[in-house]
């Protein structure tokens, strides 16, 4: 019988010290992460968009990585 699949995500905005980064980057612990301005972190539209866009290669490494073990599986 074939199992089931549990799906979890985390969304944690913090203020940080970090200087601005251009654009999502993957931590070492393999979490996916961006530095936004403050400007951006308190503005509905643009924070919004950066969760977007963090978001995007967070689900597509994650899902490289479920399929990745599927395969190895078969």
């Known amino acids: 019988m074939a199992k089931n699949y549990k799906i979890k995500v985390k969304v944690e905005i ?14 070492e612990a393999g979490e996916f992460e961006w530095v936004i301005s403050a400007g951006q972190g308190q503005s ?8 977007l866009q ?15 073990e599927l395969s190895k599986k078969k």
């Open 14 to 27: 913090v203020e940080s010290e970090q200087a601005v980064s251009t654009e999502p980057v993957q931590t």
């Open 44 to 51: 509905i539209d643009q924070c919004e968009q950066a969760l």
């Open 54 to 68: 963090t978001n995007y290669p967070a689900l597509r490494a994650a899902l490289a990585e479920h399929l990745t």
